[in-house]
């Protein structure tokens, strides 16, 4: 083994080391039922962001990147979006700022909240299909399509929402000989001139932020990136998919609407359904639900019909021995 790889093993172990670390730290020290969970999903969030900027250095694995996301998406749900990619760590960092300035969230009809949801699958499939439509030839589609190049990237569109807002390769915007870069923004430049990809990522970073200081996590709501392959347990043979999920006692709920109210991306199906396995898609498992829920083992989050998680009492105080 040589000592390049030694030294790449032992950057990513310090670097597992620290980022658990932290997780422990919060997990001991956090003691606000209402904030633990928050505190601990943006400790992962920002290590996630520091963990996909070493990937993107090497372009040979955003290909292994991009199956990760949607290996996780089979078993996790949407677990990927709420706890690790970096445009969720941007629009929730956006509603810490809404907050400071006392701007009060808007929320969305429920029919176009759920019309935005179904319009991330149409926007995949024609990602997924693009190659077969825009080329001409086909020697170079299926190599292309796999490296995540050729004179149209569908494939690598999908892994914007991943790009950090510094990369490590020149960019449009450069300030102080860092490569500043957004979601979406190196597809732009891809496509077109200069000067019309400038104004494209001005008028794309200005609309998302703007839309994320009113609509909590309003991107995530149809990012083809955050399709969660959850839909399928609507077949019976599915029903187990995913195994990670969130789990409603109904004899324990009093309908007090806050799992409502708290929820990012509007998801109704936590308050509405009675009980048993919540399965809708739109859910981002940031488990803000199962953290502000105040009945004990109201909502619980479940692997394999195993609890490891479960909402607790914050109204009263915790009982010492």
């Not at 932290?22 to 606000?32: A, E």
């Not at 909240?113 to 024609?126: A, W």
Request: hydrophobic share 50%.
């Amino acid at each position: 083994m040589s000592l390049v790889i030694v030294g790449e093993i032992l950057k990513l172990t310090v670097f597992a080391g620290l980022a658990l670390a932290g997780m422990l730290v919060i997990l001991i020290w956090k003691k606000n039922l209402t904030t633990k969970i928050s505190y601990l999903r943006l400790w992962v969030q920002v290590a996630s962001v520091v963990g996909i900027f070493y990937i993107f250095a090497s372009l040979n694995w955003l290909l292994y990147l991009l199956l990760a996301v949607f290996v996780m998406s089979l078993f996790l749900g949407r677990f990927f979006c709420g706890w690790i990619c970096p445009f969720g760590l941007y629009m929730d960092l956006v509603t810490q700022l809404r907050k400071v300035l006392k701007i009060r969230y808007r929320k969305l009809p429920d029919r176009l909240n759920r019309s935005l949801n179904k319009l991330r699958y149409g926007i995949i499939v024609f990602f997924l299909i693009a190659p077969f439509i825009f080329s001409s030839t086909s020697n170079w589609l299926l190599p292309s399509a796999l490296s995540l190049a050729g004179p149209f990237r569908p494939i690598l569109v999908l892994l914007s929402p991943l790009e950090p807002l510094i990369i490590p390769w020149k960019s449009l915007i450069v300030l102080q000989g860092i490569n500043i870069s957004y979601p979406y923004a190196s597809d732009l430049t891809f496509y077109l001139t200069e000067n019309l990809a400038l104004i494209a990522i001005s008028v794309f970073v200005g609309l998302t932020l703007v839309a994320s200081l009113f609509v909590r996590r309003f991107w995530c709501r149809f990012c083809p990136t955050g399709i969660s392959l959850a839909i399928i347990n609507r077949f019976k043979v599915f029903k187990w998919f995913p195994p990670f999920h969130l789990y409603k006692e109904e004899e324990k709920c009093t309908k007090c609407g806050i799992c409502e109210r708290v929820c990012p991306p509007q998801v109704t199906e936590v308050y509405e359904q009675k009980g048993g396995k919540i399965t809708t898609s739109m859910c981002l498992m940031c488990l803000r639900c199962v953290e502000m829920c105040p009945y004990e083992g109201c909502l619980k989050v479940k692997v394999a019909g195993k609890t490891v998680i479960e909402s607790r009492n914050w109204l009263e105080p915790a009982k010492t021995d």
